[in-house]
């Protein structure tokens, strides 16, 4: 599957953004579906995930702020971030796995090319 991530962008602290990521084909259906972040300097972070029955889960620092939802219909999985801060600046990822949801990045096999996002205070 290839995956094409867009809508990062600049936001003002408290602002919001929407991540959106479309899979090839029509086939998101088939993934758990997630999202990963990495700053300038650090490691890539889990950020939220989606299983194919839906259930979402999150990073500590993302929950209240950050939703993660798919479109089966349409291919597309979508990360709608709200409140958003200064430390959420980071470029933004989505991936792709078979069968069981993980918070390890290097458990996905696909991976879209990457979205920046950029909040300022």
């Known amino acids: 599957v290839q995956l094409q991530a867009f809508g990062g962008g600049l936001v003002q602290a408290g602002g919001s953004l929407r991540l959106s990521c479309a899979a090839s084909q029509y086939t998101v259906y088939r993934y758990v579906m997630a999202w990963f972040r990495q700053a300038p300097g650090k490691e890539r972070e889990f950020v939220a995930h989606i299983s194919r029955d839906g259930s979402a889960t999150y990073v500590d620092s993302v929950k209240g702020r950050f939703t993660i939802s798919r479109d089966n219909a349409v291919s597309t999985v979508d990360l709608q971030m709200n409140n958003l801060k200064p430390e959420d600046t980071a470029v933004y990822y989505c991936?792709?796995?078979?069968?069981?949801?993980?918070?390890?990045?290097?458990?996905?096999?696909?991976w879209g090319q990457g979205t920046l996002v950029t909040v300022s205070s």
């Open positions: 991936a792709a796995k078979f069968l069981v949801p993980s918070t390890l990045w290097n458990d996905y096999n696909y």
